[in-house]
Nanobody, 114 residues
Framework: QVLFVESGGGLVQPGGSLRLSCAAS????????MSWYRQAPGKEREFVAN????????NYADSVKGRFTISRDNSKNMVYLQMNSLKPEDTAVYYC???????WGQGTQVTVSS
C-alpha cells in the first residue's frame, strides 16, 4: 500500500519560514522521483518542486524558485520542502507524491497571513 504522510504545515507571517516533511512507504522510494504539489482554495492543484531519486537534480515552479528548497533522505524514505520568504499567495494545502503512482496523501495546510 502506497502511503504519503505530510506534516509541518501551520500558520506563519509573511516573510517567515516553514519546513514540510513527507514520509513515504509502499514503493521503491530510493529509486523514485518525488514531487511536492499544492492546492489553494478555489484553484487547481499545481506543481511546486521535484527531486530525482539520487537527489542530484531538482526543479521548481517559477513562483517558488529561489525561496523553496526540496531535499530527500533515502535512508529514511523522507522528502522535505524548506520554504523561506513565504507570501500570502503560498497559502495552500501541500502534498507530496511520486509521479509513478496515482495515490495522494492527506496534505498539510500552510497559511501565510499577518
Amino acid at each position: 500500500q502506497v502511503l504519503f504522510v505530510e506534516s509541518g504545515g501551520g500558520l506563519v507571517q509573511p516573510g517567515g519560514s516553514l519546513r514540510l516533511s513527507c514520509a513515504a512507504s509502499g514503493f521503491a522510494f530510493s529509486r523514485s522521483t518525488m514531487s511536492w504539489y499544492r492546492q489553494a482554495p478555489g484553484k487547481e492543484r499545481e506543481f511546486v518542486a521535484n527531486i530525482i531519486s539520487t537527489g542530484g537534480d531538482t526543479n521548481y515552479a517559477d513562483s517558488v524558485k529561489g525561496r523553496f528548497t526540496i531535499s530527500r533522505d533515502n535512508s529514511k524514505n523522507m522528502v522535505y520542502l524548506q520554504m523561506n520568504s513565504l507570501k500570502p499567495e503560498d497559502t495552500a494545502v501541500y502534498y507530496c507524491k511520486t509521479p509513478s503512482r496515482s495515490e495522494w496523501g492527506q496534505g498539510t495546510q500552510v497559511t501565510v497571513s499577518s
